[in-house]
């Protein structure tokens, strides 16, 4: 598509002629890098020794010293070359550098250990069994989190299928009919979304169990789920309906089209793709969530089918009982339970932007 | 031009009134869109009604104590105790856990979103735009239990050397050698947590800055850092504070995580390095379990003032944000 708009007839080059390579002006030549190369060099070997002569020792301490001694380094290279200003620079420079590795770390090492500690407990096995006949101290190959699948899934579709006509319908109202509320609208849409995850859970226990005398239910903590979702959703798919371009509704209308009529067959349609992707970060969004079921499930140790009487489990419920338990082998399952957690909420992750990286294309 | 070729017509055609007149449909779907779209709105205002209707006795009969006062203590028949409730201790907890978080949080997530923003080559760039938002992604559950198992035993030693150096520092004493389940390890996770939120937002103030302001600085001879000190942060201030306090938000709602990594104690500790803080969501996760009926009306009343809280740090930081990104 894009060839056929906007797009100036290239020049053909002539035949044999040899595409020229682009300049960069800009570029450090290598004796410009030297002196940063250097300094490199001698911050590490000064580390090095410093840490080796003095009491500072461990990881930690080597750490520490190449930082400091790097931004002593870079900057007095840099004052001597240059200025004061320029020290400046590079000080700022490795800092904003060392505070962005710092900030991957914690992710690195929560993957890391996540493998680490969960797969051993990997088994097809898990995934047929629950643990209603299975102690959680028993062997890791004896029962399973099947259970805990099921109930997350139960739990989640049930709270994407609440959410999605109210978060479609926000997005509609805010957008569509941009009514005199609209502004109030998005402001407590926006405030929603940090409504903390206990407090839906309080309040739908408030709601079910106090008021209506209910008992713990799938249902109840997919409602309370509901809570966390529909503001994500409502949010994302504003945004994506605002990208649809005014003419298309224009069209539709200027066609003889009810606003009903153009909203469904041509905004909606145009927007599809968009707004799966917000269901889904929905989804995802509430996957993990585990202080509202807490709450709201009660935890169920076998398979239970019916999401609308008894007790059920879900994934974090599980992994918060097996950690609770705090024995070896609960604790692996617990493990086991945040990998197959991780790569539920990663599915969701990957899906959500295969589907953003189509519809910017 | 009528008019002027005709002076003798006095007849001006009046403007035509242009109305639109819904049709029946349209005025069907307005009606069904714009109360789907209320049911945000009336779900907050459900969620405090009931909470303030469950947890009124509690805030009648402890009246302000219920905020300053300690002690939680059940009514209970055998040992003759009288109800108490206090979430004084616990709330002076979720805040110091969350300033702690703050703390090391905030610089992080800034030195990151100048990093993506004006530093990282592209092809670091785009690997770590994922990575944080990964880190977004991974549920509150998960950092609980990596953090108990993980972080812990490194922070502990972060602890005992930040205490053996800086110890004479009141909040940095130790009374004895308690150095787990620390309001700092619950800080730092905190930290860890909000991260992604910050750096996102502080991300699209900075995409905002004008270019053409940037690249005056460039011009002037600024180094890259005199632009950001110029240009960049006077420009995204409001933003950043703003997503600090998105981040504040969470932090101060945060739960599981919290109850993982934190010993709850009901008693103010100034020492932050000491086994003992506070939660209020938390203490709601912990006396859930075991509580009577009466107790779970404070553990409503807990969850109101909360549930306020959080919903106050957020509706500002919403305000502050759009004010300055999101303007139009």
Do not use: C
């Amino acid at each position: 598509m894009s060839t056929l708009i906007g797009n100036k007839p290239q020049q053909p080059l002539p035949d044999g002629a040899a595409i020229p390579k682009p300049i960069k002006p800009w570029k450090p030549t290598p004796k410009q890098l030297l002196p940063d190369l250097l300094g490199a060099i001698t911050a590490v070997a000064a580390s090095l020794i410093v840490v080796a002569v003095t009491p500072l020792a461990g990881g930690l301490g080597l750490l520490a010293t190449f930082i400091s001694i790097s931004i002593v380094v870079a900057s007095s290279i840099s004052w001597i070359r240059q200025d004061r200003k320029a020290a400046a620079n590079s000080v700022s420079t490795i800092v904003i550098y060392f505070l962005a590795a710092f900030v991957l770390l914690p992710v690195l090492s929560i993957i890391f250990e996540i493998i680490r500690k969960g797969a051993p407990g990997l088994s097809l096995g898990i995934f047929f069994n629950d643990m209603s006949v299975t102690s959680s101290d028993a062997p890791l190959n004896e029962g399973g989190l099947l259970h805990a699948l099921v109930g997350s899934l139960y739990v989640v579709a049930l709270a994407t299928v609440v959410s999605i006509p109210i978060g479609l319908l926000t997005a509609l109202y805010l957008t569509e009919v941009n009514g005199k509320a609209a502004g109030v609208v998005r402001f407590f849409v926006q405030a929603m979304s940090g409504v903390p995850s206990i407090v839906a859970g309080l309040f739908i226990y408030a709601v079910w169990m106090i008021s209506f005398g209910g008992t713990y239910t799938t249902a109840a903590g997919s409602m309370a789920l509901a809570i966390l979702m529909i503001p994500t959703v409502a949010r994302t798919a504003e945004e994506v309906l605002k990208l649809i371009p005014t003419d298309l509704r224009e069209a539709g209308l200027a066609l003889g089209a009810t606003q009903w009529k153009t909203v469904a067959l041509v905004v909606i349609p145009a927007a599809r793709s968009g707004l799966i992707t917000a269901v889904i970060l929905g989804v995802a969004r509430v996957a993990g969530e585990t202080a509202p079921l807490l709450l709201t499930v009660g935890g169920n140790d076998a398979m239970n089918w019916n999401p609308f009487s008894g007790n059920n489990s879900a994934l974090p419920f599980y992994i918060w009982k097996n950690f609770g338990l705090g024995t070896e082998t609960a604790i692996a399952r617990a493990w086991t339970g945040i990998f197959v957690l991780m790569v539920v909420v990663m599915i969701f992750f990957t899906l959500t932007r295969i589907l953003g990286n189509k519809k910017g294309k | 031009m009528s008019i002027t070729e005709n002076p003798a017509s006095t007849h001006v055609p009046k403007p035509r009134e242009i109305t639109t007149e819904p049709r029946f449909s349209d005025r069907v779907f307005r009606g069904v869109v714009s109360s789907g779209g209320f049911i945000s709105l009336i779900v907050l205002g459900l969620i405090s009604l009931f909470l303030l209707y469950n947890g009124f006795g509690v805030f009648r009969s402890e009246g302000l104590s219920f905020v300053t006062s300690f002690d939680w203590v059940p009514e209970s028949i055998e040992n003759g105790t009288e109800a108490s409730y206090g979430i004084g201790a616990m709330l002076y907890g979720t805040l110091v856990i969350s300033f702690i978080g703050l703390f090391f949080g905030f610089p992080l997530a800034f030195g990151t979103a100048l990093f993506l923003s004006y530093y990282a080559p592209e092809w670091i760039k785009k690997p770590m735009v994922l990575v944080v938002d990964i880190m977004a992604a991974i549920p509150s559950i998960v950092f609980g239990v990596w953090g108990y198992f993980i972080l812990m035993p490194h922070a502990e030693e972060w602890a005992r050397l930040i205490n053996k150096y800086l110890g004479f520092i009141p909040i940095f004493s130790m009374p004895g050698d308690f150095f787990t389940r620390s309001p700092f390890i619950a800080g730092l996770v905190l930290a860890i947590m909000i991260i992604p939120i910050i750096t996102s937002i502080s991300r699209e103030v900075f995409a905002q800055t004008p270019l053409d302001r940037i690249q005056a600085a460039y011009a002037l001879g600024a180094t890259r850092w005199s632009m950001i000190r110029a240009v960049v942060i006077p420009y995204g201030k409001g933003g950043v504070i703003g997503g600090a306090m998105l981040g504040l938000g969470r932090a101060l709602g945060e739960t599981v995580a919290v109850y993982t990594v934190l010993n709850l104690v009901y008693d103010i500790r100034p020492e932050i390095l000491l086994s003992a803080g506070g939660s209020v969501a938390s203490l709601i996760v912990n006396k859930f379990g075991e509580a009577n009926a009466p107790e779970l009306k404070a553990l409503m009343a807990a969850g109101f003032v909360l549930f306020v809280v959080t919903l106050l740090v957020n509706l500002i930081a919403n305000m502050i944000i759009n004010r300055t990104v999101r303007k139009g």
